[in-house]
Nanobody, 123 residues
Framework: VQLQASGGGLVQSGDFLRLACVAS????????QAWFRQTPGKEREFVAK????????AVADAVKDRFTISRDNARKTIYLQINSLKPEDTAVYYC?????????????????WGQGTLVTVSS
């Protein structure tokens, strides 16, 4: 399984972005796909997750008023809509897949990881 994240960039505070993550390879038909983020010196942080079957979603409490996760199963793609960006959103955003579909929020349950896309928010 390969994951390709895109959509990051340099934006100003208050702007919005939509990140995308395309999965390829033998993912199966029922799995959890998630977004995490990490800044230097900090631990990886769960952001949002979605199941491919049923579309169950969850977003971290700290960002749920501004972040939305969605999916397009036909394209094996998930999206992360980020509104009202803040400087503290600056991070590398990673997408990940758990083929066992455990709907976890801990990174260790995710077997496959993409290379990440950098989001930089200037104040």
């Amino acid at each position: 399984v390969q994951l390709q994240a895109s959509g990051g960039g340099l934006v100003q505070s208050g702007d919005f972005l939509r990140l995308a993550c395309v999965a390829s390879g033998r993912t199966g038909t029922s799995y959890t796909q998630a977004w995490f983020r990490q800044t230097p010196g900090k631990e990886r942080e769960f952001v949002a997750k979605v199941t491919t079957r049923g579309g169950t979603v969850a977003v971290a409490d700290a960002v749920k008023d501004r972040f939305t996760i969605s999916r397009d199963n036909a394209r094996k793609t998930i999206y992360l809509q980020i509104n009202s960006l803040k400087p503290e959103d600056t991070a590398v955003y990673y997408c990940a897949v758990d083929p066992s579909n455990r709907f976890g929020s801990d990174g260790y349950v995710y077997r496959y990881w993409g290379q990440g896309t950098l989001v930089t928010v200037s104040s």
